[in-house]
């Protein structure tokens, strides 16, 4: 169920052509990552899910996030009716960017650290076949979204729907700035947990085993109340 849920979700999010529909089914196709961790049952695989979870709330709120500063910035969520993002807004670009490969895990951004450990645990458990399901949806991940990143940031916008823009740079620095800053606090976020994995890992990992041995946290609570 996790391989059908992480190859059926990518696959579907490849055949949309609508940003949030994209992101959308990749919501599904990451699920199975977590759903993994718990099929595969032990401390280090359920250690990868919650990492894994963490990240990919931070990755894909920042998406979403982008792809609304894509729709004020250009009035679309269209990839046909988009272009030019790259030249108009550079940092929104690098801000895609970092989200992007993380959510496709590429090394060594937070993404990749957790299909790392997700993976890590297949292998000691000999379960080969789901761990090349979810290194193949890896890479199927990052084609679908050099979909978004060569219609929306790098090709040029269509002629006929260049001049409907409803937002030049300055204003969008003035009225939604909220929404860059938001956006960049996450990708920060993402790549602090990147080049400082152990920060999440470590938290992880004794997560995992309070969740196969409730006692622990059942003595925590009642040495606490006792207190």
Same mark, same amino acid.
């Given at each position: 169920m996790s391989g059908l849920t992480m190859f059926? &979700?990518?696959?579907?999010? @490849?055949?949309?052509?609508?940003?949030? %529909?994209?992101?959308? !089914?990749? =919501?599904?196709?990451? $699920?199975?990552?977590?759903?993994?961790g718990l099929a595969l049952f032990t401390p280090l695989a359920l250690a &990868?899910?919650?990492?894994? @979870?963490?990240?990919?709330?931070?990755? %894909?709120?920042?998406? !979403?996030? =982008?792809?609304?500063? $894509?729709?004020?910035?250009?009035?679309?969520?269209?990839?046909?009716k988009l272009g030019s993002v790259y030249n108009l807004f550079p940092f929104v670009t690098l801000l895609f960017v970092i989200s992007a490969f993380s959510l496709a895990g590429i090394p060594p951004l937070s993404g990749f650290w957790g299909k790392f450990i997700l993976a890590k645990a297949g292998l000691e458990l000999e379960q080969y076949f789901i761990v090349a399901v979810s290194l193949l949806v890896g890479f199927l991940t990052l084609f679908s979204m050099s979909k978004i990143w060569r219609s929306v940031f790098w090709s040029p916008a269509p002629a006929k729907y260049k001049k409907e823009i409803r937002y030049d740079g300055r204003?969008?620095?003035?009225?939604?700035?909220?929404?860059?800053?938001?956006?960049?606090?996450?990708?920060?976020?993402?790549?602090?947990?990147?080049?400082?994995?152990?920060?999440?890992?470590?938290?992880?990992?004794?997560?995992?085993?309070?969740?196969?041995?409730?006692?622990?946290?059942?003595?925590?609570?009642?040495?606490t109340n006792y207190k």
């Open positions: 059926f &979700g990518v696959m579907g999010a @490849i055949a949309q052509n609508d940003i949030r %529909k994209v992101l959308s !089914f990749h =919501i599904v196709s990451q $699920i199975g990552y977590m759903v993994m &990868g899910s919650i990492f894994y @979870i963490i990240h990919h709330i931070l990755v %894909k709120t920042n998406l !979403f996030l =982008i792809s609304g500063i $894509i729709k004020e910035t250009n009035g679309y969520y269209k990839l046909k204003s969008l620095f003035k009225s939604k700035y909220a929404m860059i800053l938001s956006s960049a606090f996450l990708a920060a976020f993402t790549l602090l947990l990147s080049f400082f994995p152990d920060l999440l890992s470590t938290f992880s990992q004794e997560a995992a085993e309070q969740l196969l041995n409730p006692s622990i946290y059942v003595d925590a609570v009642l040495k």
